[in-house]
């Protein structure tokens, strides 16, 4: 069965430091997207990606977030200046096309890139 | 923008008891629901989704129904087994052309007691 994949699946990172994180979603999906989960927490949503560009972003994407598609295959999110509040598990996930705006689609979660910031 | 409550946060249960999580949602335009179950360090795996034109899904021991009027949605699962202690969540979403934003709830944590 086709998965999500991401890497690293763990990252230490000095504050102040940039981090990328790379995912490469299922082959046949258009829809990308990023979410954060702080531990303990709720599985909180970053951005969403379509057709080479941002298609919705939270309030938590800010500035300090980018996202790129730099080939056909890997999606990233990068984080400038890493702040200790970025500490969290950060997931990738993609759907496939939405064929009927009326229905929704299940998206499929990477096994996520746990970003710890010292 | 939408939100999503989630109820109760923690639950325990006997196994072989049944355990019912409710979730409600306030953006009446979303319309798909689905459910995912967590374990400790490990990736949010969807185990039942609905759609908003559908009351209720089943799907061996675990189903899901949703009141559209009341905009909430419950899972329930019967026959507990310890495998099922995991944190659940449910989620809310509105599909447009651009994709799903998925607005997921706090969470419930279920114990299955042997």
């Known amino acids: 069965e086709p998965e999500v994949t991401q890497t690293p699946s763990h990252q230490v990172t000095q504050m102040g430091q940039e981090v990328i994180l790379r995912c490469v979603p299922i082959?046949?999906?258009?829809?990308f997207y990023w979410y954060r989960q702080i531990l303990g927490q709720k599985v909180e949503f970053l951005v969403s990606?379509?057709?080479?560009?941002?298609?919705?972003k939270s309030e938590i994407f800010d500035d300090q977030f980018s996202v790129e598609r730099p080939d056909g295959s890997n999606f990233t999110l990068k984080i400038r200046s890493t702040k200790l509040e970025d500490s969290a598990m950060y997931f990738c996930?993609?759907?496939?096309?939405?064929?009927?705006?009326?229905?929704?689609?299940?998206?499929?979660f990477g096994e996520g890139s746990w970003l710890t910031v010292v | 923008g939408e939100n999503v409550e989630q109820h109760p946060s923690t639950l325990s249960v006997q196994e072989g008891d049944s355990a019912v999580i409710k979730c409600t949602y306030s953006d009446s335009a979303s319309n798909y629901f689905p459910w995912y179950k967590q374990e400790l360090g490990k990736r949010p795996q969807l185990i039942i989704d609905i759609r908003s034109n559908v009351g209720e899904k089943k799907d061996q021991r675990i189903a899901v129904t949703l009141n559209k009027t009341a905009k909430h949605f419950s899972l329930h699962i019967t026959e507990t087994q310890p495998e099922d202690s995991a944190v659940y969540f449910c989620a809310a979403s509105l599909t447009a052309w651009y994709g799903q934003n998925f607005v997921f709830g706090p969470g419930t944590r279920l114990s299955v007691l042997p």
């Open positions: 996930a993609s759907s496939e096309t939405v064929l009927d705006p009326s229905s929704g689609n299940t998206i499929y």
């Open positions: 990606f379509y057709n080479n560009e941002i298609s919705e």
């Open positions: 082959s046949n999906h258009l829809y």
